[in-house]
């Protein structure tokens, strides 16, 4: 079985403060993701990365960054929390090429 | 821009009922439309559709593709309290750099009542 797993189930934070979110995969997987799924707007695209160190912006990149030093590992990084980034963040990754993504469990994330 | 339209936002029904959830779209480069089911954790993977006209089926579930008119149904048969759940559609993009990037719907938020 896919296993993908996110460093927090909740977390608070202060505005201002540098967030770290966390997404290890199991499965040797090229493709990894990071969403925001907020009510009545869906899943969006934040990141995505293809392979280790490679990066692309997805539909909403504002106000954060990603770091994939290794394949098992994608982190979303919040340079100065604020408060309408207070949301689910999914994580997600995917064998290269197309098909389903295989999703973490989130982390719901408060901005105060 | 990729857009991805799901119907009802919101539907309760009582178990036994029969639904259908719409899910229409418009993407430059389609690949493949994907249904998921999300409780209260990560959305679990139901069926990828890539032709038109062949339905997908999973016990109760079952899906079909129309890329003719850019929309797919899913329907639940008997439906349980256990089926209460988000569903999310999302279609595939297989442009360039977008390829397999996925752009999501709204979600469908189902409830079954006893």
């Known amino acids: 079985d896919v296993k993908v797993t996110q460093s927090s189930r909740y977390l608070v934070k202060r505005t201002g403060e540098k967030v770290f979110l966390e997404c290890v995969q199991d499965?040797?997987?090229?493709?990894m993701f990071w969403y925001r799924q907020d009510p009545g707007l869906g899943l969006r695209l934040i990141y995505f990365?293809?392979?280790?160190?490679?990066?692309e912006k997805g539909d909403i990149p504002e106000g954060y960054s990603v770091s994939r030093e290794k394949k098992e590992r994608f982190s979303l990084i919040l340079e100065s929390a604020s408060t309408n980034q207070t949301s689910m963040y999914l994580c997600?990754?995917?064998?290269?090429?197309?098909?389903?993504?295989?999703f973490g469990p989130g982390t719901r994330l408060t901005v105060t | 821009e990729d857009k991805v339209v799901q119907s009802p936002l919101s539907l309760v029904v009582h178990e036994g009922d029969t639904v259908t959830l719409n899910c229409s779209y418009e993407?430059?480069?389609?690949?493949?439309l994907l249904w998921y089911k999300q409780e209260k954790k990560a959305p679990t993977f139901l069926f990828m559709l890539?032709?038109?006209?062949i339905e997908k089926k999973s016990g109760r579930l079952s899906s079909i593709l129309d890329k003719k008119e850019l929309f797919s149904i899913l329907n639940i048969t008997a439906t349980q309290t256990g089926d209460s759940a988000v569903y999310l559609c999302?279609?595939?993009?297989?442009?360039?750099?977008?390829?397999?990037?996925?752009?999501f719907g709204q979600g469908t938020i189902l409830t079954v009542h006893p």
């Open positions: 993407v430059t480069n389609f690949r493949s």
């Open positions: 997600a990754s995917r064998p290269q090429g197309a098909g389903e993504q295989y």
């Open positions: 499965m040797d997987h090229e493709n």
């Open positions: 990365s293809y392979d280790v160190k490679m990066k």
């Open positions: 999302a279609v595939a993009n297989a442009g360039g750099t977008s390829y397999g990037k996925l752009t």
């Open positions: 890539t032709s038109s006209g």
